[in-house]
């Protein structure tokens, strides 16, 4: 093996490098720029939601002030222009009146059953009272503020401190 050989697949070697790292980096900068339109595609997507939450906040808060500054559920509902006046508009046709049909199912409820058939449940006998002694009271200690037992009374409140 000559050097003449050797220099030359040194050279072979080093252009294969070479041509590597330029696809690497043409394969990087692709997927650079398809992350950036990715993310400028989703920023545009949040700029628009964030634009449709604002000018709803502004509907919502605008009602509000014409409803004298009263939130509730009746100012804050999409509203329906078109006004149905009852049995007028039924002559015609249904769905005119600007409110949605009815779909619900009806209610169904029990039949009321005549007063000779109810009859009370069954009631259980009391149980017998057991007796508890009750502890003796402690003794009172007799001093300026000591007030007897018969004396008390349930609207005086002059004993409490309201500085509590």
């Not at 509907?59 to 009852?86: C, H, I, Y």
């Not at 779909?103 to 169904?108: D, F, I, L, R």
């Not at 009631?123 to 402690?138: F, K, L, Q, R, Y």
């Amino acid at each position: 093996m000559s050097i003449t050989d050797e220099v030359a697949r040194m050279r072979e070697r080093l252009d294969g490098l070479v041509r590597e790292q330029a696809d690497r980096r043409a394969l990087r900068d692709r997927q650079a720029q398809e992350a950036k339109a990715k993310a400028q595609d989703y920023m545009s997507k949040q700029i628009q939601a964030a634009e449709r939450y604002v000018d709803h906040r502004r509907e919502l808060g605008r009602r509000e002030k014409e409803a004298g500054g009263w939130a509730t559920e009746k100012t804050l509902a999409d509203k329906s222009n078109v006004m149905g006046f009852g049995v007028e508009d039924e002559e015609d046709g249904p769905g005119f009146t600007g409110h949605a049909v009815n779909t619900a199912p009806p209610v169904t409820r029990p039949e009321p059953q005549p007063a000779a058939s109810w009859q009370p449940p069954p009631v259980a006998p009391a149980p017998e009272p057991v007796a508890v002694a009750e502890p003796a009271p402690a003794p009172r200690r007799a001093g300026r503020h000591a007030r007897r037992e018969e004396s008390f009374d349930d609207d005086d409140f002059s004993n409490n401190s309201w500085m509590k």
